[in-house]
């Protein structure tokens, strides 16, 4: 990956506020804004819950129909 490309995605990530940045002498420092990775993680158990409920109902069918089928 070319540092313009890097640069590129570490913007992104500052304007979602997923990372914070801080310029040092020469470096920049990037850490992870935790804030925002809360809300991230909120919303992917929400959505990792109602997946799991949907592939426990599919489970339970297709046992209902490899049962039925014997």
Do not use: A, N, V
């Given at each position: 990956?070319?540092?313009?490309?890097?640069?590129k995605h570490v913007r992104v990530l500052e304007e979602a506020r997923l990372v914070v940045t801080e310029k040092q002498g020469r470096t920049r420092?990037?850490?992870?804004?935790?804030?925002e990775l809360n809300d991230a993680a909120e919303?992917?158990?929400?959505h990792r819950r109602r997946w799991e409920r949907r592939l426990d109902r599919l489970?339970?069918?297709?046992?209902?129909?490899k049962g039925a089928s014997r």
């Open positions: 990956m070319t540092l313009p490309g890097l640069m420092e990037c850490r992870l804004g935790s804030d919303w992917i158990e929400h489970e339970r069918y297709l046992e209902r129909k």
